[in-house]
């Protein structure tokens, strides 16, 4: 018996989306813009005599408008992955996978590419068939244009992408003077060819393959949630595949031409699909020449779609338990959220006793040991703080090491103390005693506390 190769690698055909005009289309390109007047303009903007929005990741600041986050603010980063995480869950299952169709970077960034093509090769007909034809001077001439405005367009994006991490204003200067080196050099290409290279070939295959998204987006949905849906009922049989009672769909197949991942909607659901909505602007455009009802396809749930729901039946629908507790529970995040971050204090410290140094004792009998303070001004102005400590009897902070205890620093500035702390030699016995360290804002009642211990050696281990 002869043995049969069956081979699991099936190649990709490249898709030559049909463009389309309508409503969802409209809001695809609405959105387009908005992100990307969001992210090209953003760090261009000033706040304060400095760029807005800085991640600057070698000073470890992150200037968000009038906000300065440092290291030690993990717990802000933690809430927004957590509002983020809400959002996507109480979204998606009200929605589907609307941030997909609309938003998404895959998305935005294929929709921007493909209008370049065909700007430049033509439409979907006309670039199909200039892909097929034989190589002249006219297509190689056709595709070096393309491929000019594609890289052009993508490092332009990987510049602006470094701009969030380095000022972007000397980035500028740098660039125009060709004098961009090390890791912004690094990343501009790296970012620029991610965005060459995702929208101009990969496109749909990262939705199919790469993103997760895809794959666990059902765990998420239910019978109530929004997704593109073909009405069979009403659209079977198709024109010309029965003899007896003929459906509104007249099978010309331009719901599949559109599609920038190239399916069927009308086989049902598919994880390829993004709810960008194109198809149902196609089938509503053929439907209106037919003299056909619109809606063949449409965005809505299969329970709406086969009953005729009023309107307050369907607002129980969309306000059903799961999406009212998620909404409540997402509130209540970001409410938090954004309380803790304007009561906020506006200065931190850290304390760290200098192990290097052991304690000592000096020639007015004071027992001493040293700590290492940072402390960071996270305001927008100068101001002035007063260091104290307490936790033991006739404990003090030796003037000699901060003038007056009298701290002034300038608008977003840090600075590393070295202090000495003290108390009369013999007046504790040998051990470790936990003392506060307390940094007053002048001017407020804005008071931190940090914990640190204060070691009383045994009389062999003293240092004079």
Sequence with gaps: ??????????????????????????????????????????????????????????????????????????????GILIISALGLFLFTTLAGRIWCGLSCPQTVYTEIFLWIEAKIEGNFIKRERRDKSNWNINKIFIKLQKHMVWI????????TFVGFFTPIKPLLNESIEFSVTGWSLFWIIFYGFLTYFNAGFMREQVCKYMCPYARFQSSMFDQNTLTMIYDKDRGEPRKGKSDGKQG???????CVQVCPNGIDIRNGLQYECIFCGLCADACDSVMKKVNKPGNLISYTTPIILKNNLSFSKKMKIFLRPRITIYSLILISIIGLFFYKLENRYDFKFNVIRDRGILSRVDKNDMLQNVYRLKIMNVGLSNDRYNLAVDGLPRIRIDK?????????????????????????????????????????????????????????????????
């Design 1 to 78: 018996m002869q043995e049969k190769v069956v081979s699991l690698y099936q190649s990709e055909k490249k898709i030559y989306p049909r463009e389309i005009l309508g409503f969802y289309a409209k809001w695809r390109w609405f959105f387009v813009w908005i992100t990307q007047i969001i992210f090209y303009f953003t760090p261009w903007i000033e706040w304060g005599g400095r760029q807005a929005v800085l991640f600057e990741i070698t000073s470890r600041k992150f200037y968000i408008f009038k906000y300065v986050f440092y290291p030690q603010d993990l717990i802000y980063l933690s």
């Design 152 to 159: 052009i367009f993508s490092i332009w994006t990987g510049f």
């Design 248 to 254: 509104d769909c007249i099978d010309c197949n331009i």
């Design 400 to 464: 000699k090491t901060i003038k007056n205890l009298r701290i002034e620093l300038d608008p977003v500035e840090s600075d590393t103390y070295v202090v000495t702390v003290e108390i009369p030699n013999k007046s504790k016995q040998p051990g470790n005693y936990p003392i506060n360290f307390l940094l007053r804002k002048l001017g407020s009642d804005n008071v931190l506390f940090e914990k640190s211990i204060f070691v009383v050696p045994k009389d062999e281990d003293k240092k004079k």
